[in-house]
């Protein structure tokens, strides 16, 4: 049977210190059938001729003049139109994958069923040193799946798909909603696309828990720079994309009712919290308040008084609480790590 063709697609912009890293990532693979396709937002560094000194025919480039954050759809659908593979995958110009990456990913859509899988990442410094690990979705398992309205659901309150560079989907799942989208924000592409593709998919998602993408941190990274901004905008990202779906699409999501109340209930939380690590704490009294009144999951009423709490007597109980919830997602994983496993459990990355 033939291996399905990957197409990698690496959007770059100003990455000459790590753009060669990347690729030799890619290079690396253990699963042979791949091409990588750099779209370059007209870099002014070395960039560019750092990817042209490679030889490989399976990489390539596509220069195209700066357009920034709010392009880059533009650019992420540039690569699409020239993809050869029917799975594509997300490797931006700063981050790296573990070499069995491709090999670990691919099998899993031979179920028919599965349109879109993901899993952990190892997180890097600027020099390649491991700070951490990510990942959204605690399994107790090698595998966790989600039906696509499950998915949609979960979106709406966090993006669970991350990190993107661990994220591969079927080519026919991006083609359905006419190729990555970029609803309601002016930062990011993930998103809005997957929102778009799990409203209009039927199938599962699956969580591999396995190291499948290496994240780089460095201090000019849009998530770091915009952190609250990025905050504030999921919001009203899950909103552009309900008011674009159709009634059937809206009500297999069940967007007027849980779905929409819990969605809206997590955007006030993230208001409120952005609001009290600011200092603004009249603002983030309102932002939990309106939280409260929708009267959603017990966990987020449970967290909305605590920020009112927070706001009343500025002190920032909400991050404490985070954290003690991290320290127990830690623990727990750690508990599952130790316990041994079927499949292909584990991390290649560190």
């Given at each position: 049977?033939?291996?399905?063709?990957?197409?990698?697609?690496?959007?770059?912009?100003?990455?000459?210190?790590?753009?060669?890293?990347?690729?030799?990532s890619?290079?690396?693979?253990?699963?042979?059938e791949?091409?990588?396709?750099?779209?370059?937002?007209?870099?002014?560094?070395?960039?560019?001729?750092?990817?042209?000194?490679?030889?490989?025919?399976?990489?390539?480039?596509?220069?195209?003049?700066?357009g920034?954050?709010?392009?880059l759809?533009?650019?992420?659908?540039?690569a699409?139109?020239?993809a050869?593979?029917?799975?594509?995958?997300i490797?931006?110009?700063?981050?790296?994958?573990?070499?069995?990456?491709?090999?670990?990913?691919?099998?899993?859509?031979?179920?028919?069923e599965?349109?879109?899988?993901?899993?952990?990442?190892?997180?890097?410094?600027?020099?390649?040193?491991?700070?951490?690990?990510?990942?959204?979705?605690?399994?107790?398992?090698?595998?966790?799946?989600?039906?696509?309205?499950?998915?949609?659901?979960?979106?709406?309150?966090?993006?669970?798909?991350?990190?993107?560079?661990?994220?591969?989907?079927?080519?026919?799942?991006?083609?359905?909603?006419?190729?990555?989208?970029?609803?309601?924000?002016?930062?990011?592409?993930?998103?809005?696309?997957?929102?778009?593709?799990?409203?209009?998919?039927?199938?599962?998602?699956?969580?591999?828990?396995?190291?499948?993408?290496?994240?780089r941190?460095?201090?000019?990274?849009?998530?770091?720079?915009?952190?609250?901004?990025?905050?504030?905008?999921?919001?009203?990202?899950?909103?552009?994309?309900?008011?674009?779906?159709?009634?059937?699409?809206?009500?297999?999501?069940?967007?007027?009712?849980?779905?929409?109340?819990?969605?809206?209930?997590?955007?006030?939380?993230?208001?409120?919290?952005?609001?009290?690590?600011?200092?603004?704490?009249?603002?983030?009294?309102?932002?939990?308040?309106?939280?409260?009144?929708?009267?959603?999951?017990?966990?987020?009423?449970?967290?909305?008084?605590?920020?009112?709490?927070?706001?009343?007597?500025?002190?920032?109980?909400?991050?404490?609480?985070?954290?003690?919830?991290?320290?127990?997602q830690?623990?727990?994983?750690?508990?599952?790590?130790?316990?041994?496993?079927?499949?292909?459990?584990?991390?290649?990355?560190?």
């Open positions: 049977m033939q291996r399905p063709l990957v197409t990698i697609i690496s959007p770059t912009y100003n990455q000459e210190r790590y753009v060669a890293s990347c690729a030799e890619a290079l690396a693979q253990t699963y042979p791949w091409e990588q396709i750099f779209v370059d937002d007209g870099s002014t560094d070395g960039t560019r001729e750092i990817l042209a000194s490679y030889r490989d025919p399976r990489l390539r480039v596509i220069a195209l003049p700066h920034g954050l709010a392009a759809h533009r650019s992420y659908n540039a699409l139109a020239q050869r593979g029917s799975l594509v995958a490797l931006e110009g700063d981050d790296l994958w573990p070499a069995d990456k491709l090999a670990i990913q691919v099998p899993t859509f031979e179920d028919p599965v349109f879109l899988t993901w899993g952990r990442a190892d997180l890097v410094d600027e020099r390649g040193q491991q700070v951490g690990r990510v990942a959204r979705v605690t399994a107790r398992e090698a595998r966790r799946r989600f039906r696509a309205e499950d998915a949609f659901q979960r979106l709406t309150r966090a993006n669970i798909l991350t990190p993107t560079v661990t994220v591969m989907l079927r080519r026919e799942a991006l083609d359905r909603v006419g190729g990555f989208r970029q609803s309601g924000s002016s930062m990011f592409v993930d998103l809005p696309t997957w929102l778009w593709v799990a409203a209009t998919q039927s199938g599962v998602v699956e969580f591999i828990d396995h190291c499948l993408g290496i994240y941190v460095h201090g000019e990274q849009t998530s770091i720079l915009k952190r609250s901004a990025m905050t504030r905008e999921h919001y009203t990202v899950v909103q552009a994309v309900a008011s674009a779906l159709g009634n059937e699409a809206l009500a297999r999501v069940d967007w007027h009712g849980v779905t929409g109340r819990s969605a809206e209930s997590r955007a006030c939380l993230a208001d409120g919290e952005v609001a009290l690590e600011e200092g603004r704490y009249r603002e983030a009294r309102h932002a939990f308040l309106r939280g409260l009144r929708l009267k959603a999951a017990p966990s987020d009423v449970a967290m909305a008084a605590a920020g009112l709490v927070s706001a009343v007597l500025h002190v920032n109980l909400v991050r404490a609480a985070f954290m003690i919830r991290a320290g127990l830690r623990w727990q994983q750690a508990g599952t790590t130790r316990r041994p496993q079927s499949g292909r459990g584990g991390s290649s990355c560190s």
